[in-house]
């Protein structure tokens, strides 16, 4: 008998979709049964293909529903005119270490699990990082035209990755008892690299 639903009244899709990021971070894809997936839910095993096509099609699911979430609240801060190159910089940086630390077991499946989308689906989360990667760095391309930057152009990519692995990895150490919101912690990160880049 499996556990009654994460939620009777909630969006199951949703549901499936938490349930799956937990187990795909804790045991890894391979290690995840779609029938450790049901009892979780309470979505009896067959019912659970209303919602998904396969095992790697409910992997697809969980990664694209957050990076396209998260390419949104990216894209209105890169955008924000009423803000400095800086602080939209810093904006970013904050933005993407709550998202670490709010939906930690899916930051953790995209760095580990995703290697297993293959086909067009994995094509497909392998160009939206990209998009995302973008964000960041176009911001430190118009930031440089304007004088706002100093930076090379072969350093922009190095400091996208830097800011991006930093940020991500507060999903494994981040504490909430700890003195610094993960807000916090991303302007700190935001500063080491700032320093390097902002005019003398």
């Not at 990216?74 to 940086?93: F, H, K, P, T, W």
């Not at 497909?124 to 960041?136: A, E, K, N, P, S």
Request: proline fraction near 3%; hydrophobic fraction near 40%.
């Amino acid at each position: 008998m499996g556990r009654a639903p994460a939620s009777a009244t909630g969006n199951r899709r949703e549901d499936l979709l938490r349930v799956a990021a937990r187990l795909f971070s804790r045991r890894g894809f391979h290690g995840t049964s779609m029938g450790a997936i049901a009892e979780e839910t309470g979505i009896h095993k067959a019912s659970l293909y209303h919602w998904i096509e396969s095992k790697e099609d409910l992997l697809y699911q969980v990664l694209s529903g957050a990076l396209d979430a998260l390419i949104a609240q990216a894209q209105s801060i890169a955008r924000d005119v009423s803000l400095s190159y800086a602080d939209r910089l810093r904006g970013l940086v904050a933005l993407h270490a709550n998202y670490a630390v709010s939906h930690a077991d899916t930051m953790q499946v995209f760095y580990a699990e995703s290697k297993w989308l293959s086909g067009p689906r994995g094509r497909q989360i392998r160009d939206v990082r990209r998009q995302y990667f973008r964000i960041y760095e176009d911001l430190f391309r118009e930031a440089r035209e304007r004088g706002e930057f100093q930076v090379k152009e072969l350093d922009i990519p190095v400091y996208v990755n830097c800011l991006f692995s930093m940020a991500s990895f507060m999903s494994n150490w981040y504490r909430h008892e700890g003195p610094y919101s993960p807000g916090d912690v991303g302007n700190l990160m935001s500063e080491l690299v700032l320093g390097a880049v902002l005019p003398d």
